[in-house]
């Protein structure tokens, strides 16, 4: 009896090591909307009991690619995991500059709908452009959205971001 309930015990250690050390990065993923591949970036907040200090991840993205898509309010967002799915997500969303740093205070979190290993959810307005006295930021096309997605397993945690082009709440043209 002892023996079997350490072999169980042991078993049971082991396991969990193995599932514990099998995520050496994040998982990818894919980001698209009217069937285009959205760029996206990952960054380690903590993972491996190490804690990461690093550039934050939407000016990361701005350094990489240039020329950001754009989509209408309402478009279906899709993020596909190509992994292990977290455990937690958070889902937030704000205005930013040409360069990548965040405009307003403001930030708005989105809800998630899980079927399997796909996420999605519908490009809310982002009423934070709407304290803005610059006449263009009411122009078509003219809201540069960071969506930044953090993700835990465990006691991992990363961040995904993506950038996408969209219209502002009230449209002034």
């Known amino acids: 009896m002892k023996k079997s309930i350490a072999y169980i015990f042991v078993t049971i250690l082991?396991?969990?090591?193995?599932?514990?050390?099998?995520?050496?990065?994040?998982?990818?993923i894919t980001v698209t909307a009217d069937k285009e591949e959205i760029d996206w970036i990952v960054a380690?907040?903590?993972?491996?009991?190490?804690?990461?200090?690093?550039?934050?991840?939407?000016?990361?993205l701005f350094k990489q690619y240039d020329g950001?898509?754009?989509?209408?309010?309402?478009?279906?967002?899709?993020?596909?995991?190509?992994?292990?799915?977290?455990?937690?997500?958070?889902l937030t969303d704000c205005c930013l500059d040409e360069d990548g740093t965040q405009r307003f205070y403001y930030t708005q979190?989105?809800?998630?709908?899980?079927?399997?290993k796909k996420a999605s959810f519908s490009l809310p307005e982002n009423m934070a452009t709407l304290v803005s006295s610059i006449p263009s930021d009411y122009e078509a096309g003219s809201?540069?959205?960071?969506?930044?997605?953090?993700?835990?397993?465990?006691?991992?945690?990363?961040?995904?971001?993506?950038?996408?082009?969209?219209?502002p709440p009230m449209n002034l043209e």
């Open 14 to 28: 082991f396991a969990s090591l193995l599932t514990s050390c099998s995520m050496n990065r994040p998982p990818d």
């Open 44 to 60: 380690k907040n903590e993972w491996d009991g190490a804690m990461y200090d690093r550039e934050d991840t939407f000016i990361s």
């Open 68 to 90: 950001f898509l754009y989509f209408p309010i309402g478009t279906e967002i899709e993020i596909e995991f190509k992994g292990q799915i977290p455990d937690t997500v958070t």
């Open 109 to 116: 979190d989105i809800e998630l709908e899980f079927i399997g």
């Open 143 to 167: 809201q540069i959205r960071g969506f930044r997605m953090i993700c835990t397993w465990g006691r991992n945690e990363c961040e995904y971001a993506f950038v996408l082009l969209t219209d």
